[in-house]
Each structure stands twice: as C-alpha cells, then as structure tokens.
C-alpha cells in the first residue's frame, strides 16, 4: 500500500502510519525484532530494531546491527534534533540512525566517534527510494553486509583516527553573558560535570564575586564565618602576584560533587573589595594566562564561570579564553544584552591582539533555562531562536538546556547531621544516578557537552 506523507499530522502519527504501519514492515523488521520506547540508563529511544531477534536484547560493542528510529512532529526541524540523535548512536553504540517528521526521511550512520548523514529524502518521495533505504538499514541487507559493513567502518576509523600531528592543545572556555539570572552558573558547573564525565580532564575556575560555582561545586562547607578556609586561597590570589600563588597551590576538588570529582578555583566574596587594587596593576589582567599554561599538561579543558558585568573579573575571564559561550533564556531583556556583549568582545580582541594572543572565539548563544510547555515550544520558541542570527548575527548552538526542577533541586541538595543542615549540591550528572526526574537535564548537558567537543575540535 503507498504510503501518504500528508496522513502524519502529529508526532503520534508519524510513529504509527510511517514507522510502524509502513517502514518496519518494509524494511523487514518483524515484531519480535523491534521495540518501541526503549530506556537505556538516561536514554529514551522511540523505536530500536536489530538486524537478528535478540530477546533478551543487549547493547554492547558485540550486539548484532541495530537501527534507532525516532520520529517527530511534521512541524519540527530535524536540524533541531541531530545532536541528540548522534548521542544516542555513539553512546550506545548502534550503527544507525532514522530521524523522520513524516515530511522528511533522513539515515544517518556511525563512523568511529563521528556521525555523517547518508541519506535524505522527502516523505512524498519515499516510495520511490525505498530500495535505498533497504539497501543502507533493511533487516537482510544489514545481515548480508555485516562483514563488508565490519570493515569498511574499520577502514573509515582508521581514517578518522588519524595520529595528533603535534600537541593537543588545552582550550579554556568562558561562559558569560551581562545578564543575570539566565543559567550561567548551572551550565558552567554541569558542563565541567559532563566533560569529565566523558574523560576529558577539567579544571572550573570560579572568578565572579557571587561564588555560585564554588558553593555549587561543594566547596562552602562552613557554617560560621570563623571556618571559612576560602577567603586566603581563592581566584584573586592568583591574580596578585606572577611569582606565588600558583594552580596547584589555589586548587580544590569539588567535594561529593560528581564522579569523578574536578578540580576547582575558587572564588570568594572579598573579591569585591580587591578589584579596584587589581585593575590598577596593568599586569594583572594577563596573568590568569600565564598561570594556565603552567598546568596545560594536566588538564584539557577549563570552563570559566564569569560576572554578569564588564567588570575587571570579566576582562580577566575573556582575556584567559579560547572560547565563548553566551546562555540566554532568549527572552527580550536577555537579548536586548547581546550587543552589549559583541561589544565588550570586540574591545577584549583589541586588547588581546595587543598581547599577541588571538580573536576570541564564540562559540554561540546557548538557549537556556527555557520552558518545557509544548505549545511555547511549538509556536513561541522557534522565533525566539531564529531572533539570535536574524536581528543579532551571533550564532546559535543547536544544544537547548531546559528549565526542569531537578536542576535547582541538585544544586539545593542538602545533608543533616545532627541538628545541623549542611549544603550537599551535586552536578546533574551525579544526582541523575539515582534519580530518575534528572535523567532528562543530564542527558541535555551530554549532548551540550559533545557540541562543544565538536566546535572546540576536541571530538
């Protein structure tokens, strides 16, 4: 029976009439090889079909070929939808991927660590490319090409993995924006969380007065100001002298934050009463470079979590960095900051080109804190994304961070001990360990974590 793309006129549709009705069938998927609403630890994956029946069905670097099918609305761009997808396939190891809205088919498939679209089509056209579809993901060609498949894509990683031709540099990535209140602290720590989490080895540098990331990060365990162990180790100790004070000597692990734990520069409220003293030592600003390249062998990323001002601390921070990320809830007073921030970016390279290091790079404008209401993310947030390269040319990262309770309740964590409460945050990837309503954002900060491996040529 033909299939008609115009009878897909919801997500629910898409799955039934096109995936389940016409495209499993088609391809030679029996019931017994397919599943639908597969949970895999953090992941939820609509459909996932295996070359050979497998019951139980195991995913492992020796599982027969599989396919991940995920379908959505007819309205949805795809674009919006590849990264969670090329998680889903290198994290669980499946070969390939089906990403549809019924308007339009598209395979992607697994090259070592990298993820390269194979095939598209439109819905209305799939009747007449179907034979190619079943030539890259039918039930019999998967099975007859196994060995020829093995090997190509061993051929293909050879050529990916090519040798390091000289170092791999260390990247320091600053995460700012004017604008309070828009998640800048909880995509600073989460994303620290979510890099180490996949191996890379990371430093977080606290440098606004607030010390959000060092409370969050667990590094306020005092009760009473007579505890405070913070206030002669901190950031600003490494901005007062080239001399002492180094890294290693400032240099906190985060405390039953995550697993594993990082290494954390702390900041501290005195930061406000030392500022005026430290902008007016000119050698200052640059000395957070200086200081970095001392430790470029022990790790390979530092997230900076910034002041929402153009203060000093802010010149340092931007001064220090490769990269730039701007989190915006993309509502009108956060962006009505963004020329500001283009701005301040153009003066920091001024200053930059004059100490010989190179323009800073932005990486683009995070969408985060924003609603999970369906009818908002239908109508409302599509226009507010396209607003950032329309109205304010600056890019916009394809990773969304939402604003879901389990991020506040992390952060808010807290242990008793006694008649004492004591604050016991923890990153989402932790806390989604044994929570099941986290396993969502932490999901969302993985693949916001391999974006940025992707745009930092880390991945």
């Given at each position: 029976?033909?299939?008609?793309?115009?009878?897909?006129?919801?997500?629910?549709?898409v799955e039934?009439?096109?995936?389940?009705?016409?495209?499993?069938?088609?391809?030679?998927?029996?019931?017994?090889?397919?599943?639908?609403?597969?949970?895999?630890?953090?992941?939820?994956?609509?459909?996932?079909?295996?070359?050979?029946?497998?019951?139980?069905?195991?995913?492992?670097?020796?599982?027969?070929?599989?396919?991940?099918?995920?379908?959505?609305?007819?309205?949805?761009?795809?674009?919006?939808?590849?990264?969670?997808?090329?998680?889903?396939?290198?994290?669980?190891?499946?070969?390939?991927?089906?990403?549809?809205?019924?308007?339009?088919?598209?395979?992607?498939?697994?090259?070592?660590?990298?993820v390269?679209?194979?095939?598209?089509?439109?819905g209305?056209?799939?009747?007449?490319?179907?034979?190619?579809?079943?030539?890259?993901?039918?039930?019999?060609?998967?099975?007859?090409?196994?060995?020829?498949?093995?090997?190509?894509?061993?051929?293909?990683?050879?050529?990916?993995?090519?040798?390091?031709?000289?170092?791999?540099?260390?990247?320091?990535?600053?995460?700012?924006?004017?604008?309070?209140?828009?998640?800048?602290?909880?995509?600073?720590?989460n994303?620290?969380?979510?890099?180490?989490?996949?191996g890379k080895?990371?430093l977080?540098?606290?440098?606004?007065?607030?010390?959000?990331t060092?409370?969050?990060?667990?590094?306020?365990?005092?009760?009473?100001?007579?505890?405070?162990?913070?206030?002669?180790?901190?950031?600003?100790?490494?901005?007062?002298?080239?001399?002492?004070n180094?890294?290693?000597?400032?240099?906190?692990?985060?405390?039953?934050?995550?697993?594993?734990?990082?290494?954390?520069?702390?900041?501290?409220?005195?930061?406000?009463?030392?500022?005026?003293?430290?902008?007016?030592?000119?050698?200052?600003?640059?000395?957070?470079?200086?200081?970095?390249?001392?430790?470029?062998?022990?790790?390979?990323?530092?997230?900076?979590?910034?002041?929402?001002?153009?203060?000093?601390?802010?010149?340092?921070?931007?001064?220090?960095?490769?990269?730039?990320?701007?989190?915006?809830?993309?509502?009108?007073?956060?962006?009505?900051?963004?020329?500001?921030?283009?701005?301040?970016?153009?003066?920091?390279?001024?200053?930059?080109?004059?100490?010989?290091?190179?323009?800073?790079?932005?990486?683009?404008?995070?969408?985060?804190?924003?609603?999970?209401?369906?009818?908002?993310?239908?109508?409302t947030?599509?226009?507010?994304?396209?607003?950032?390269?329309?109205?304010?040319?600056?890019?916009?990262?394809?990773?969304?961070?939402?604003?879901?309770?389990?991020?506040?309740?992390?952060?808010?964590?807290?242990?008793?001990?006694?008649?004492?409460?004591?604050?016991?945050?923890?990153?989402?990837?932790?806390?989604?360990?044994?929570?099941?309503?986290?396993?969502q954002?932490?999901?969302?900060?993985?693949?916001?974590?391999?974006?940025?491996l992707?745009?930092?040529?880390?991945?």
């Open positions: 029976m033909p299939f008609n793309s115009e009878l897909c006129r919801n997500e629910s549709e039934s009439k096109l995936i389940v009705q016409y495209l499993l069938p088609q391809l030679g998927y029996t019931p017994d090889t397919w599943h639908q609403e597969v949970a895999v630890g953090s992941i939820r994956l609509d459909f996932l079909a295996f070359a050979a029946q497998v019951l139980p069905f195991v995913i492992d670097a020796n599982s027969p070929l599989s396919v991940v099918m995920e379908a959505k609305h007819p309205k949805q761009n795809l674009n919006n939808h590849f990264l969670r997808l090329r998680h889903y396939l290198t994290s669980l190891n499946v070969r390939y991927g089906l990403l549809t809205n019924g308007k339009e088919i598209r395979i992607y498939q697994k090259l070592s660590d990298d390269k679209l194979v095939f598209s089509c439109a209305k056209d799939l009747e007449t490319k179907l034979e190619e579809i079943k030539y890259l993901i039918g039930r019999d060609s998967l099975n007859k090409n196994q060995l020829t498949n093995s090997v190509t894509i061993q051929n293909s990683e050879k050529e990916l993995n090519l040798p390091h031709q000289g170092k791999n540099f260390m990247k320091t990535i600053a995460i700012y924006h004017n604008k309070g209140g828009v998640g800048k602290t909880t995509v600073a720590v994303l620290a969380a979510a890099l180490s989490k996949k080895r990371v977080l540098i606290d440098i606004d007065s607030q010390a959000n060092t409370f969050a990060t667990g590094l306020i365990k005092f009760q009473f100001e007579e505890d405070d162990d913070l206030r002669e180790q901190n950031i600003s100790h490494l901005l007062e002298s080239g001399e002492f180094h890294i290693s000597e400032i240099r906190r692990q985060s405390h039953y934050f995550n697993n594993p734990e990082i290494d954390v520069i702390p900041s501290h409220i005195n930061l406000i009463d030392k500022q005026d003293k430290l902008n007016n030592m000119a050698v200052s600003k640059p000395r957070l470079i200086s200081k970095l390249k001392n430790v470029e062998n022990e790790y390979d990323i530092i997230i900076i979590d910034t002041p929402p001002s153009r203060d000093y601390y802010a010149q340092v921070a931007l001064i220090a960095s490769d990269y730039l990320v701007i989190p915006s809830d993309l509502k009108p007073f956060a962006n009505q900051g963004l020329p500001t921030v283009k701005n301040f970016v153009n003066d920091i390279n001024e200053y930059r080109q004059m100490i010989g290091k190179q323009s800073l790079q932005i990486i683009g404008v995070l969408a985060s804190k924003i609603s999970t209401n369906s009818k908002f993310l239908q109508y947030f599509p226009k507010q994304r396209d607003v950032i390269s329309e109205r304010y040319a600056l890019p916009l990262m394809e990773s969304v961070i939402y604003d879901r309770t389990s991020l506040s309740e992390c952060m808010n964590n807290s242990l008793t001990i006694g008649e004492l409460e004591y604050p016991d945050p923890k990153s989402i990837i932790k806390y989604a360990e044994s929570k099941i309503n986290a396993q954002s932490a999901m969302e900060f993985e693949i916001l974590a391999q974006e940025v992707q745009k930092i040529g880390e991945n």
